[in-house]
């Protein structure tokens, strides 16, 4: 597992990533809570024709810090790390949730090295709505220090996970699934928690010049449609699609979810080799919310 030192705000990270695959730089930057693994369906998808770098940001997985405050600037640093010292020069950039956050936030700081960005599940700006769900997941995860993270992990499929989970998810199986994330969740997810209630990346929404995929969640209960809306107005070279799942689409359909991006990423792959060969690229219709 390649690791590569970085300095931050309040001193340094030793970041963890994937390398894998061959081809054009792809870039993936999970959400909170999360590790670099829950893009293994998606590195299985591309890994014949993208070269994929997946990182782990502080407090997930094998990445280790200095343990204090986090900023998305921070973290944003920690993704552009990773991939230079993969050799990246230009990447495609795929986030989600937080992950989308950080990724709009190195898109608008380096626009020269995106090649394209798909955001799933992203937000604008921490308004007052997801400011009060925020503070209650560090409610919960307070609460749950002294026992792991059983009262958050039970929240979770409930806020996450759109109908068609529960459609075919029985109680036993998803008590299962409740002590699999409490498990599992990142040892660092408060610090990451405090990173979602400072994001506000209106200012930069404008600097972000790589054509966009802004996907939604039909059934985000977590991220609401006006902050898509938000995206797509401010992002100049942006489009909309929709997955029939709910915050959760990572883990709620993998391959629904790999493939929608793929397609994408197939899509702008094969438009700059187009471009590179002298022809001119057929436009995409923009489908905006």
């Known amino acids: 597992m390649p690791l590569t030192r970085v300095p931050l705000g309040s001193g340094a990270a030793d970041v963890a990533y994937d390398r894998t695959g061959t ?29 994929v770098v997946a ?29 230079d010292h993969a050799g990246l020069d230009r990447f495609h950039l795929v ?19 995106v090649r394209s960005l798909v955001l799933h599940a ?5 308004d007052s709505r997801l400011r009060a769900q925020f503070t ?6 307070h609460a749950d220090a002294a026992h792991g993270t ?11 996970f759109g109908p068609r989970y529960w459609e075919r998810t029985g109680t036993a199986a998803n008590e299962e699934l409740v002590r699999g994330l409490a498990a599992a969740l990142a040892p660092g997810i ?28 039909a059934h ?8 898509q809306r938000a995206l797509l107005a401010g992002i100049p070279d942006s489009r909309y699609q929709e997955i029939d799942a709910g915050h959760g689409a990572p883990g709620e359909d993998p391959a629904g979810f790999a493939a929608l991006i793929a397609g994408f990423l197939d899509e702008r792959r094969a438009a700059e080799e187009v471009r590179a060969a002298g022809a001119p690229a057929e436009p995409a219709v923009a489908a905006r919310a």
């Open 190 to 217: 408060a610090r990451q928690v405090e990173v979602d209630l400072s994001v506000d990346l209106r200012p930069l929404l404008g600097r972000v010049t790589a054509p966009t995929l802004v996907l939604a969640s």
């Open 136 to 141: 209650y997941w560090l409610d919960l995860l």
């Open 150 to 160: 059983a009262h958050f992990a039970r929240m979770l499929p409930l806020a996450a």
């Open 122 to 126: 992203g937000w604008a700006h921490t």
């Open 23 to 51: 081809g054009p730089g792809l870039v993936l930057v999970h959400g909170t809570g999360a590790t670099r693994e829950q893009w293994l369906p998606l590195t299985e998808a591309v890994a014949d024709r993208f070269t």
């Open 220 to 227: 985000d209960q977590i991220i609401g449609a006006d902050q």
């Open 95 to 113: 986030g989600h949730s937080l992950g989308a956050a950080i990724a709009t936030h190195l898109a608008a700081h380096h626009p020269e090295r």
């Open 55 to 83: 990182p782990d940001y502080s407090g997930s997985g094998g990445t280790t810090d200095h343990g204090g405050p986090l900023t998305l600037a921070d973290l944003a640093d920690e993704v552009l790390a990773a991939a």
